[in-house]
């Protein structure tokens, strides 16, 4: 029997998250033209998240790895919000970078934010969304065996004819072909190197790395790696990750599938000009304080939309480190969040919005309020209450104004 005394409690050494040997730079600030969806390819909706969202996943669910996500300007509170949802407990290792004009341009941006101890190098096209997590295993085992550059492929299965115009003029032997694959991996080393000494535009990393004088190995590659590009690309992924609904006759009705969020904002008074709430100027009323307008009602309802839709917050979206939204009024925040949930797939029901304030008095401009709210939302139901507290607490001794709202949402 052991003698030795049990450690004291204060004595236990809490266990340190290892320093990660591997970063996955995760490329999403494609524009998506040839998709179609009029909005960035990583945040149009594959179900009711994002074809980011759905990456991130699989980048997350691989080897423990720093995690960068390059997305285009204006939508790095967008890229937080799914990182946020996907990376569980390892949030501490992600952060968002804004990427440049090409895709070049944006790695070389993830590459900057490399931490100082890794070793190993992926680079990911969001726009691959549904890769497994075997495949990130494969390719960060083969760089550790040795390899200067992996890349996964898949074997080409059509045949391939070379073409002048519309005349065949030979075959070509697709045994010596393979269709190349994301994630790429590589010594942190070769690919740093390859891209400081590298004068044109390869079409992906192992180009890029081959240039420079590295050979790049295959491994295996999956078929759920295929690059979402085009509206078939688009459908196909989508099937991929809803489920099969039953049948239903004629007669059934469409399932409705609602989603009720809830929001809140307070803002105090003692800003400059004049005061905005709900969507409408007060003359003659104080203003309130904020990064905005201070508009309490319009802020408690883009979070309501936000929290119904599971898209994080407003501090995510509309944050102080976004300067375009500085003195912005409720229209700009109002039509962005409507667009952000039609991107996720996500339209708005209806809202209801209760203002608590000694003032300004609503009553004879209630209907006004609902009218512009309503426009703001793409013409959706908006109903506005108000009432004050009897003189309790900050709106009764008239220091600002809180607002309460709840947003139902549909799946489009």
Same mark, same amino acid.
């Given at each position: ?35 179609? #969806? ?15 969202? $759905?990456?991130?996943? @699989? ?14 300007? &204006? ?5 937080? =919000? ?21 895709? /070049? ?15 190993? +190098?992926?680079? $990911? ?20 065996? &040795? ?9 080409? +299965? ?25 994630? /790429? !991996? ?17 079409? *992906? ?18 078929? $759920?790696?295929?690059?979402?590009? =085009?509206?078939? *690309? ?26 009720? &969020? ?11 000009? /004049? ?15 904020? $990064?905005?307008?201070?508009? #309490? ?17 407003? @501090? =995510?979206?509309?944050?102080?480190? /976004? ?72 709106? !009764? ?16």
């Amino acid at each position: 029997m052991s003698l030795d005394p049990a450690p004291h409690p204060s004595s236990v050494v809490p266990s340190i998250p290892p320093v990660p040997r591997v970063a996955v730079i995760v490329v999403a600030a494609g524009s998506g033209n040839r998709l179609g #969806a009029g909005a960035p390819k990583a945040f149009v909706g594959l179900d009711e998240h994002t074809i980011l969202r $759905h990456a991130l996943r @699989g980048v997350f669910a691989a080897p423990y790895a720093q995690v960068i996500v390059v997305v285009p300007a &204006g939508r790095e509170g967008d890229a937080e =919000t799914d990182v946020l949802e996907a990376s569980g407990d390892r949030r501490d290792l992600a952060s968002v970078v804004t990427g440049g004009q090409t895709r /070049q341009a944006s790695v070389a941006a993830g590459i900057s934010a490399v931490w100082a101890d890794v070793e190993i +190098v992926l680079v $990911h096209d969001a726009a691959r969304a549904l890769v497994p997590p075997e495949v990130f295993e494969r390719v960060i085992a083969a760089v550790d065996a &040795g390899r200067a550059g992996v890349v996964p492929v898949l074997p080409v +299965v059509d045949t391939l004819k070379r073409v002048d115009g519309d005349i065949v003029e030979a075959a070509v032997d697709r045994s010596v072909l393979a269709a190349a694959q994301t994630p /790429q !991996g590589f010594r942190r080393d070769i690919l740093v190197e390859a891209y400081r000494v590298a004068e044109e535009d390869f079409t *992906d990393d192992a180009a890029l790395v081959a240039a420079a004088g590295h050979a790049v190995f295959t491994v295996e590659g999956d078929a $759920h790696g295929f690059k979402i590009t =085009t509206p078939a *690309d688009l459908d196909r992924a989508r099937s991929l990750v809803t489920a099969v609904a039953p049948v239903r006759s004629s007669l059934d009705a469409a399932p409705a599938i609602p989603r009720i &969020g809830m929001g809140t904002d307070v803002h105090a008074f003692g800003g400059d000009g /004049q005061l905005w709430l709900a969507g409408l100027e007060w003359p003659g009323e104080q203003a309130l304080s904020g $990064h905005s307008d201070g508009d #309490a009602v319009a802020h408690a309802i883009v979070d309501a939309l936000l929290a119904a839709a599971g898209l994080g917050d407003i @501090g =995510t979206h509309f944050g102080t480190s /976004q300067p375009e939204y500085a003195g912005a009024h409720a229209e700009a925040f109002l039509a962005r969040t409507v667009a952000l949930l039609a991107e996720a797939g996500w339209r708005v029901g209806n809202v209801s919005v209760q203002v608590q304030a000694n003032r300004p008095r609503f009553a004879a401009r209630r209907a006004e309020a609902e009218a512009v709210l309503s426009a703001a939302l793409g013409g959706v139901p908006v109903s506005v209450s108000a009432t004050t507290t009897d003189g309790l607490g900050f709106t !009764g001794r008239t220091e600002g104004v809180a607002a309460f709202a709840v947003a139902l949402v549909t799946m489009i």
